[in-house]
């Protein structure tokens, strides 16, 4: 066997050992969480989360989501939901579907949004203090097919976001945007 045939056969051994374990260590879930005390009432906050204007103007990425939307579950129990979320993240659209997990006005919002790559499940928990709100915000990711690869890379650039966001946030609520 050949210098050059064996470097070959050495390369791919070795990027299928990086890819497997990618693969594997991508197959976890992921959580970031951020909180911060906002200068607002709950009720001030929770609108940034539940209108679309509102919550595209804080969220990463977030390039439309439709509005809250009531419905009912295969019981006949009142729910919220959400038809569809697009998520633009280096120039490429995604498009996730939503259901609303928990809904309590001002209070509580978790929101599971998936698609054939992820499904990520936003966890919005508002508690009044005073006249401030404090608001914890946790993003649980697991990641599906080819994306499982990447996830592994991309955990501080996803904490940093979630960090980023959350900023965001406090400054728009607290301007009066």
């Not at 009720?43 to 919550?55: N, S």
Request: charged share 25%.
């Amino acid at each position: 066997m050949s210098v050059p045939v064996k470097l070959a056969l050495w390369i791919s051994i070795l990027a299928l050992v990086i890819a497997s374990g990618l693969w594997l260590a991508g197959g976890k879930k992921r959580e970031h969480s951020a909180a911060i005390q906002i200068e607002a009432s709950p009720q001030d906050v929770f609108a940034y989360l539940t209108e679309p204007e509102k919550h595209k103007s804080w969220l990463t990425g977030l390039a439309h989501v439709a509005p809250l939307e009531s419905g009912t579950d295969e019981n006949g129990v009142s729910k919220r939901t959400t038809t569809d979320r697009i998520v633009s993240v280096g120039g490429k659209e995604s498009r996730f579907e939503d259901e609303v997990i928990r809904f309590e006005p001002n209070e509580m919002l978790t929101v599971r949004s998936s698609n054939s790559s992820q499904v990520v499940t936003s966890i919005y928990q508002l508690e009044p203090q005073d006249s401030q709100t404090y608001f914890t915000y946790r993003v649980i990711t697991f990641n599906r097919g080819i994306a499982r690869i990447l996830a592994p890379l991309l955990i501080d650039k996803t904490q940093n976001q979630v960090d980023g966001d959350i900023r965001k946030l406090k400054q728009l609520v607290e301007s009066g945007y």
